[in-house]
């Protein structure tokens, strides 16, 4: 069985090495046995495991959830409607954003609307708006 060395790993995986660290700390890698030497010896599969940990963070989901997907691939008892579940939580969650997002730029484009940019920084009413109470 093939055993890289963490700087094998983090560079087939496209990582730093502080990243798998991190990784093994919060409990989404092993932590791998160590060779004779003192160095840690990661299987091979470490490389897809990182890279599935990467995909889901690209996707979205937090490193809690990245976790809780990585515990349904090896529980015998969890199904795809248990993914299915979480990917549609996770949906939501993004629509959801995007509504804030979309909510910021509309009131940034009234507030550009708003400056001719030939007033005095007194009277801004950018930084006006900034300072006044939200409702």
């Not at 160590?34 to 890279?51: T, W």
Request: charged letters at 30%.
């Amino acid at each position: 069985m093939e055993r890289l060395t963490i700087g094998e790993l983090a560079k087939q995986s496209q990582v730093n090495l502080e990243t798998i660290r991190y990784y093994e700390r919060q409990g989404l890698i092993p932590e791998p046995p160590r060779s004779s030497s003192g160095y840690r010896a990661f299987g091979a599969e470490s490389v897809g495991q990182i890279r599935f940990i990467k995909h889901a963070q690209a996707l979205g989901f937090s490193l809690k959830e990245v976790k809780e997907l990585l515990s349904l691939r090896t529980d015998p008892h969890s199904t795809g409607g248990d993914v299915r579940k979480r990917a549609k939580a996770k949906i939501i969650d993004i629509e959801e954003k995007i509504k804030a997002l979309k909510d910021i730029k509309d009131e940034l484009v009234q507030l550009v609307a708003a400056c001719d940019g030939t007033s005095s920084i007194s009277d801004c009413p950018i930084l006006k708006s900034l300072g006044s109470e939200r409702t």
